[in-house]
């Protein structure tokens, strides 16, 4: 499998995907709406001898009422594959990502990251409070708050998965989301 070195790239690659398959599907869609429709015509030519026109007209009515349903059921069943694959094809991206920002977690940006935001933050929202982390930023977490001139507890929170950390402010009735899980999960949305 090819390798990606961005979301754009990995989104174009998708795309394409979809839309080969998806041109792929439509053309034997129509092949086998001519193939129909080629049979149909030769029974009702052969009946039309026989018949008025008018037995024509009606006949040429009903196949094109059939083959319309025909086709929208073709449709409808190609579009189900389509957003099926998408589906999958989403999933399979939203994972890729994870895992990205799960290798992110380990690297010295976002611990300097981390630290600058809780204490900006802090000076932003000057409020006692809880400051919700992962089991594994919890170093990380007690090392910022040691230099924050606002008081906040470090709390191990198995609700984050992935990184980042969110402040709780009881008092103030306040919450800032810094998650990555957040964010991913607005991505997603």
Do not use: W
């Not at 006949?59 to 929208?72: A, D, H, M, P, V």
């Not at 189900?80 to 895992?99: A, C, D, H, S, W």
């Not at 906040?152 to 800032?176: N, P, Q, R």
């Amino acid at each position: 499998m090819m390798q990606y070195n961005t979301n754009d790239e990995l989104r174009d690659y998708f795309i394409k995907q979809i839309q080969s398959v998806s041109e792929q599907d439509i053309s034997k869609v129509k092949d086998e709406v001519d193939r129909m429709t080629q049979k149909k015509l030769s029974e009702i030519e052969d009946d039309a001898k026989l018949k008025a026109d008018l037995m024509l007209q009606q006949e040429t009515k009903i196949l094109n009422s059939e083959q319309s349903l025909n086709i929208s059921k073709l449709t409808e069943q190609n579009n189900q594959k389509k957003m099926l694959m998408r589906e999958q094809l989403i999933q399979e991206l939203f994972k890729r990502i994870r895992l990205k920002l799960q290798e992110y977690t380990q690297s010295e940006t976002y611990r300097n990251i981390f630290k600058a935001r809780v204490i900006e933050l802090s000076k932003q929202y000057p409020y006692n409070g809880d400051l919700h982390v992962q089991a594994a930023d919890q170093d990380i977490a007690e090392k910022a708050v040691s230099t924050c001139e606002a008081k906040l507890k470090v709390v191990v929170d198995e609700s984050i998965t992935i990184g980042g950390f969110f402040l709780e402010f009881t008092k103030a009735a306040l919450v800032v989301d810094e998650t990555l899980d957040a964010r991913l999960h607005n991505e997603m949305k």
